[in-house]
Each structure stands twice: as structure tokens, then as C-alpha cells.
Nanobody
Framework: VQLQASGGGLVQAGGSLRLSCAAS?????MGWYRQAPGKERELVAS???????DYAGSVKDRFTISGDNAENTVYLQMNSLKPEDTAVYYC????????????WGKGTQVTVSS
């Protein structure tokens, strides 16, 4: 399985960005993690094929994750961005019959200026 991520960039605080990640195979769960300099990688949001979404508390009510099962693509709409959202964002894929296939995408930089 390969992941193709797009989006990210530089935006002012309060602005919006959208990330997308397309998988070459069927997913069970897909989502986004992020890693800021000097910090551990953390879950931002994930969505199951059945549509269940989970969010980090710090982004809930600002970020929305959605999925297109037919295209095996997930989208992360990020609104009201804050400087603390600055990080490298990584697409994450989990699939396989036994849910044992994990794939990470290349990171995409999101920078929020104050």
C-alpha cells in the first residue's frame, strides 16, 4: 500500500488548511499524526471505514476528518489554526484482514504563524 498525501503549507493564525491522503488499498482506519520539534508524535485525528472519527482534545471542534471509502482517501480540514498546530503531519493507514498492515506516509509541513 502506498500513501499520497497533499496539502499543508504556511498559514496565519486563525486560517485554514486541508490535508488529504489517498491510499492505494482499502483501509480499516486512516488518520493523521503530527510531530512538532522536540515532541513525540501524537494522534491528531482518525476515521474508521465505518465512519467513526476520533480527535485529539486539542483539535476537537477545530479540525474535521472525513473519508471517501470508494477512493480510499481521507481529508483533514483544519480551521482556526494556532501556532501550536505547527508540526510535520503524517498520514497513517491501517488495513488488512487482521488489521495488521500499518503504513506511514511522508510527512507534510504545516506552519502557523502568529
Amino acid at each position: 500500500v502506498q500513501l499520497q498525501a497533499s496539502g499543508g503549507g504556511l498559514v496565519q493564525a486563525g486560517g485554514s488548511l486541508r490535508l488529504s491522503c489517498a491510499a492505494s488499498g482499502s483501509f480499516n482506519v486512516m488518520g493523521w499524526y503530527r510531530q512538532a520539534p522536540g515532541k513525540e508524535r501524537e494522534l491528531v485525528a482518525s476515521i474508521s471505514r465505518g465512519g467513526r472519527a476520533d480527535y485529539a482534545g486539542s483539535v476537537k471542534d477545530r479540525f474535521t476528518i472525513s473519508g471517501d471509502n470508494a477512493e480510499n482517501t481521507v481529508y483533514l480540514q483544519m480551521n482556526s489554526l494556532k501556532p501550536e498546530d505547527t508540526a510535520v503531519y503524517y498520514c497513517h493507514f491501517r488495513g488488512g484482514y487482521f488489521n495488521d498492515l500499518t503504513v506511514w506516509g511522508k510527512g507534510t509541513q504545516v506552519t502557523v504563524s502568529s
